[in-house]
């Protein structure tokens, strides 16, 4: 089976970074992605990790340390539109393992 | 035009009755994905399809079943709707190994 873990609720303000941890446990891994979801809306990629190490995608960057089973997420200089809920998935060959979510709220 | 649709995007029905949520893309994907969502509890696997051949039960089928008519259409059905299955439902399409694309959801009532 898989599990993630991952933090309920994140706080920060405007300008600001953040990250969001993600610690999992899998008996099949191929990679870490990354979902990000509006408030009701549907969840839209944002990264995947197949290896260890940074990826970067404009503000957003994702890492991955595979021999500790951890990943996190960084969003820098926060903007109001960032808030959202953030999940991480353990990708599989067949199917992908969703986290159940952070909040993240950032205020002015 | 949105490349995964979900039909109805809202339903409000009764304990008892059977109902069927629709899902139709136009990405080309063979893999098709129906997950669940409540609050707190992130998404939730229901059942996949890897070809109109080809389903499989994911984490909570129970209560579940699905329908893959044609490589582009994948259909959930509740044959009997209790109140637990209120939820907010998700078709999703994935092309590449790290990539899902997601339906816009049907919030579902079943009052």
């Known amino acids: 089976g898989q599990s993630l873990e991952q933090p309920s609720e994140v706080t920060a303000v405007e300008g600001a970074i953040v990250q969001i941890n993600c610690t999992y446990q899998?008996?099949?891994?191929?990679?870490l992605s990354w979902y990000q979801q509006h408030d009701g809306g549907a969840p839209t990629f944002l990264s995947y990790?197949?290896?260890?190490g940074l990826e970067e995608t404009g503000r957003f960057s994702s890492f991955l340390s595979r021999s500790d089973s951890y990943g996190y997420l960084l969003l820098q200089e926060l903007q109001m539109k960032d808030s959202a809920s953030y999940f991480c998935?353990?990708?599989?060959?067949?199917?992908?393992?969703f986290g159940k979510g952070t909040m993240l709220l950032v205020s002015p | 035009d949105a490349d995964v649709t979900q039909t109805p995007r809202n339903r409000i029905t009764k304990t008892g009755k059977r109902i069927m949520l629709e899902c139709s893309q136009t990405k080309g994907h063979d893999r098709m994905y129906w997950y669940r969502q409540d609050p707190g509890l992130g998404l939730r696997l229901i059942y996949y399809s890897f070809d109109v051949k080809d389903i499989n039960k994911g984490e909570i089928s129970d209560g579940y079943s699905v329908s893959r008519q044609a490589q582009a259409k994948f259909s959930l059905s509740l044959e009997s709707a209790i109140p637990n299955q209120t939820a907010l439902y998700f078709c999703?399409?994935?092309?590449?190994?790290?990539?899902?694309?997601f339906g816009p959801g049907t919030r579902l009532l079943v009052l």
């Open positions: 999703a399409t994935r092309g590449g190994q790290e990539t899902q694309y």
């Open positions: 899998t008996s099949g891994f191929y990679g």
């Open positions: 998935a353990v990708v599989g060959y067949s199917t992908l393992t």
């Open positions: 990790n197949a290896l260890d």
